[in-house]
């Protein structure tokens, strides 16, 4: 089976451009989460999603940074205007997560190497 | 809100050495505790878990035991081989699965030499 699939995989860009990185989810998962990762912070949750809609964006760092999920095979994180601060690994991870609380195991894409200059 | 503190790195041992990496936690209610493991230029991968108290996770060799008197869940191996050089990130189940957030460590980064 297919896991968690990102692209793209490395982007390299210039200050000012918009930048979009792409996700798709495990199948029949229901949870699909946004992460970043620098040797500095280490890693951060931006965003979740639960069946599709947003429920927790705190981790977002500022308004240049958005995230969408039109249907349930799919996602977007949109940074518009990068800055060179933006330069890190972003992960996409997916889950399915039941209402009874049983452990809720992520499984992890690849990552996109995001590289503003 | 709920916590985990994992052993800074980098550990650094040499092939068929013991290796415990430690993890605590904070946690409100019954979390699920895991262990993930990321290999250089890779994502995140569940390495083992735990859903309740004495339960043990093992994998590829690797255990870790859910001691909730001592709000902990250390990771172990009897003998490392090199390809076990990678980081390693403890993690629980936010307010007890209550959300589906996963909470964190910063991450050990394991260092095997030949």
């Known amino acids: 089976d297919a896991g968690v699939i990102q692209s793209p995989r490395h982007e390299v860009t210039e200050m000012g451009q918009e930048v979009t990185l792409r996700c798709k989810p495990i199948?029949?998962?229901?949870?699909l989460f946004w992460y970043r990762q620098t040797m500095m912070r280490g890693l951060e949750l931006l965003i979740y999603?639960?069946?599709?809609?947003?429920?927790?964006d705190s981790g977002m760092p500022e308004d240049r940074f958005s995230a969408k999920m039109p249907n349930a095979s799919f996602s977007t994180l949109k940074i518009q205007p990068s800055e060179p601060r933006d330069s890190a690994v972003y992960f996409c991870a997916s889950s399915f997560y039941r209402t009874s609380g049983a452990y809720n195991e992520q499984f992890f894409g690849p990552g996109t190497r995001l590289t503003v200059l | 809100g709920d916590s985990v503190t994992q052993m800074e790195g980098p550990v650094t041992l040499s092939e068929e050495a013991f290796l415990t990496i430690n993890c605590t936690y904070t946690?409100?209610?019954?979390?699920?505790l895991f262990w993930y493991v990321q290999y250089p230029g890779e994502g995140l991968q569940l390495l083992l878990k735990a859903t309740k108290a004495d339960d043990k996770g093992s994998n590829k060799g690797f255990e870790a035991t859910y001691r909730k008197e001592t709000t902990s869940f250390h990771l172990e191996k009897g003998s490392v081989q090199v390809s076990d050089s990678a980081v390693y990130f403890c993690?629980?189940?936010?307010?007890?699965?209550?959300?589906?957030?996963?909470?964190f460590g910063t991450g050990t980064l394991l260092a095997v030499q030949p």
């Open positions: 946690a409100t209610g019954y979390p699920s």
């Open positions: 999603f639960n069946n599709n809609v947003p429920i927790d």
């Open positions: 199948s029949g998962h229901n949870s």
């Open positions: 993690a629980l189940s936010d307010q007890g699965g209550a959300t589906n957030k996963l909470i």
